[in-house]
């Protein structure tokens, strides 16, 4: 009596258990071949700095509002957009805790992210956006810092490749983006609106979003075109 009943449970965990795992990336859809395809594209999203390191200076002090906290702002607003648009996104830190530079690393490595990008704020003494890239991320982070500089009328550091973090993620385009340095004036202004955390994230958004999901398109392409140089069977078999 007592297996009759067991049998039945374990077969409902099993059952969540695989649900689970599909909603949250650990189980991928198989195509054609031993390659997986990705049904949606994997985002990793980065608060930068995090528990008692508040990160860069601000132009008021104590009394306004600090970097760490900006950057959680963003990138939770940036989480919610890029999840309406159907990507499947995480966060490393989605609170004011702290978190090692190579744990964020090591969450996108995990999610087998196609994007891990790293929120921030004044990485530099000049203004508006500066983003800096691994080898994989050039294209998209021009992309961010021209649209962006436009959207939000702002000026646009040029794009520097990096191999330090966050460029340590390897084999995905990884990206740090300063919106702006919290001791000039209009940067502060524009960083500080809500209205404006919100503006900058659905911007972010839309152009990541857009990005990655082409990309992931044409990797499923890529994986169903017989190669040009591939040897026919009949010549292997002679071989």
Do not use: W
Not at 210 to 238: E, G, H
């Amino acid at each position: 009596m007592k297996q009759k009943v067991i049998e039945p449970v374990l077969g409902i965990c099993l059952l969540a258990m695989v649900v689970m795992a599909v909603k949250y990336g650990s189980i991928r859809v198989t195509g054609s071949g031993d390659a997986y395809i990705k049904e949606t594209p994997v985002v990793v999203v980065d608060a930068g700095h995090g528990g008692k390191d508040l990160g860069a200076d601000s132009l008021m002090g104590i009394q306004g509002a600090n970097e760490e906290a900006l950057n959680l702002a963003v990138a939770e607003a940036l989480y919610d957009r890029l999840d309406n648009l159907g990507a499947n996104v995480f966060l490393t830190r989605s609170d004011h805790s702290a978190m090692a530079g190579l744990d964020r690393v090591m969450v996108a490595q995990y999610r087998e992210a196609d994007l891990f990008l790293s929120i921030h704020h004044c990485g530099n003494q000049k203004s508006g956006i500066s983003i800096s890239c691994n080898q994989f991320g050039e294209e998209l982070a021009q992309q961010l810092s021209d649209q962006l500089s436009k959207q939000l009328q702002c000026s646009a550091q040029p794009v520097v490749q990096t191999s330090s973090y966050p460029g340590d993620v390897s084999l995905a385009p990884s990206l740090n983006i300063d919106l702006g340095n919290l001791m000039n004036p209009s940067d502060y202004a524009r960083a500080s609106s809500s209205v404006n955390i919100y503006r900058t994230a659905y911007q972010l958004a839309e152009i990541i979003f857009d990005y990655v999901d082409q990309s992931n398109v044409q990797y499923q392409v890529a994986l169903r075109t017989p190669s040009q140089t591939a040897v026919p069977d009949d010549q292997i078999a002679q071989s």
